[in-house]
């Protein structure tokens, strides 16, 4: 149930985080993420969570749908040229 305040809509979140010094140790450590992530799929929420995902994806990937349709909502009324642009971008609803 949402209470229109930020949640993540889920009972249980993954976060995978390591240092990598090195470019060989970060590609290391994206695939053995990915492999976590892809043995836990039957479990996924169909988005990721926003402030986590640090790799650029629509806002499609990382909210879910009845956010992603109102922000689309807001951004169609006060930015329907485009110039807000983030990593996670939302398109104006048409």
């Known amino acids: 149930m949402s209470t229109g ?3 993540i809509e889920a009972s249980h979140l993954m976060w995978a985080v390591s240092a990598t010094p090195s470019p060989e140790m970060a590609a290391a450590v994206r695939r053995d993420a990915q492999a976590v992530k892809a043995a836990l799929s039957d479990w996924h929420a169909s988005y990721g969570y926003y402030n986590a995902v640090e ?9 879910p749908a009845v956010s992603h349709s109102r922000l689309q909502k807001i951004k169609a009324r006060y930015d329907p040229d485009q110039v807000i642009i983030s990593s996670h971008p939302v398109r104006a609803a048409a």
């Open 5 to 7: 305040q930020p949640t």
């Open 55 to 63: 790799v650029a994806a629509p806002a499609s990937a990382v909210l």
